[in-house]
């Protein structure tokens, strides 16, 4: 090859490699800022950045599927146009990513890690003594996910954790327990926690009432819907001396309507209870034993 010839190919050569380095530094470029894009707490579970899930094995393929099918020219900069197409597309794939089981196992792992850290909440009430309220807040319920096209991303109720529509009762008499134990001057403690998707609510409190604090250790737990408090009852039942045992052993279950049996133990006015309800309560005759 004579040396003109060769400067020449030398010279092709050098421009398409230079020109697939700045795509490739191009195609970098716009998968970084695609990333942060989708940080958005806007496009993750309830929109709270808790639940942004930046993990590369999700986001990555992500990204390959967003870009795939735009056909940009990387070897010069993006229009505006072409990068709002860019990140549409990523949003797009991201969402549909996280019902599938690679998105709703990254999820899990968030919610597990959220859970892990309740954000606490303390009031006091001047007095003789001084009343605390602790609030928990532990945001989604961990467990496995599921997703249908009903209610999205909802728990698995095939799980063993479940109790009819909500978590189970030796679940909760656990955390409850646990609570207790962190905070034994306060005289109520309430548990905020995000389960399920469903028509019956999505945010459930659980709130334990020390009652007669400090002179007793005796109590009672009540659970309400905070999303939709009209959509059921509220339930109650009686714990004895800071005994969560029966509860957490599954003897007893907190979804049951005690009021009445502990209304019949407070005033002898209240309506009579029924079989079930003694049976499914504890005796209340033992709330002053």
């Known amino acids: 090859m004579r040396p003109a010839a060769r400067r020449i190919g030398w010279s092709l050569a050098t421009g398409l490699m230079l020109a697939s380095c700045s795509a490739l530094a191009a195609d970098a470029d716009i998968r970084a800022l695609l990333r942060e894009h989708l940080r958005n707490p806007e496009y993750s579970l309830d929109r709270k950045p808790e639940y942004v899930v930046t993990d590369p094995a999700f986001i990555e393929p992500v990204l390959d599927q967003a870009l795939k099918y735009l056909r940009l020219d990387f070897t010069k900069p993006l229009s505006p146009a072409e990068f709002t197409r860019a990140k549409q597309n990523a949003v797009t794939y991201y969402r549909l990513g996280l019902q599938k089981p690679d998105g ?137 001396d800071e005994d969560f045992s029966p509860y957490r052993d599954g003897r007893y279950s907190f979804y049951a309507d005690c009021a009445p049996t502990l209304s019949a133990a407070r005033t002898p006015q209240a309506p009579t209870t029924t079989p079930l309800q003694r049976k499914q309560c504890l005796n209340p005759a033992e709330r002053n034993g």
């Open 104 to 240: 709703l196992k990254a999820l899990e792992a968030r919610i597990a890690a959220r859970f892990a850290k309740p954000v606490v909440t303390s009031r006091i009430t001047p007095g003789n003594p001084p009343k605390e309220a602790v609030e928990l807040d532990f945001g989604w319920m961990t467990g496995p996910l599921t997703y249908n096209t009903r209610y999205r991303i909802e728990h698995d109720r095939k799980s063993g954790d479940l109790e009819g529509w909500g978590p189970s009762t030796p679940v909760l008499a656990d955390l409850l327990q646990n609570a207790a134990r962190a905070y034994p001057k306060a005289e109520r403690i309430s548990l905020l926690i995000v389960f399920p998707r469903s028509r019956v609510g999505r945010e459930m409190r659980i709130t334990y009432v020390r009652s007669g604090f400090p002179k007793t250790r005796n109590g009672w737990v009540t659970l309400t819907s905070k999303t939709a408090p009209t959509t059921r009852p509220m339930y109650q039942v009686w714990v004895k």
